[in-house]
């Protein structure tokens, strides 16, 4: 069962602000991937499941707040780059405003994920 028919089959539809290719949903929260990841493991209990999804997300969070990099292979990486502070501009007025330096996390696709995105089987 993908997503969009999980939504559908809870009453809760497809929300306007994510339709996608072909009318599907492309949004997946984390509550939709325990409840997926759950329907495809019928022997392991919900609760387990949700357990095992937030100790993941969990621990990639702590790993990046230590400034580590987490790599799955064939998935991709996340990492933390690091943004210089800088000079901006106010839209509205134009005038000068100072943007601290700040550390965002970032994400680079591995190879297989960007192969089976494009169309391809890696």
Do not use: W
């Not at 069962?1 to 929260?29: F, S, W, Y």
């Not at 357990?51 to 991709?76: C, K, N």
């Not at 933390?80 to 696709?109: L, Q, W, Y």
């Amino acid at each position: 069962m993908r997503i969009g028919e999980l939504r559908e089959a809870n009453g809760q539809g497809t929300p306007d602000h994510c339709r996608g290719r072909e009318g599907k949903c492309v949004v997946m929260t984390k509550s939709e991937l325990i409840q997926h990841i759950a329907d495809l493991n019928p022997h392991l209990y919900h609760r387990d499941v949700e357990r095992i999804v937030t100790t993941i997300f969990d621990e990639i969070s702590e790993a990046l707040s230590r400034g580590d990099r987490v790599e799955l292979r064939g998935f991709g990486a996340f990492s933390v780059k690091k943004r210089e502070a800088r000079i901006g501009r106010n839209p509205r007025t134009g005038a000068a405003v100072n943007v601290s330096e700040k550390h965002v996390p970032f994400f680079k696709t591995g190879k297989q994920l960007r192969e089976r995105l494009n169309g391809r089987e890696g």
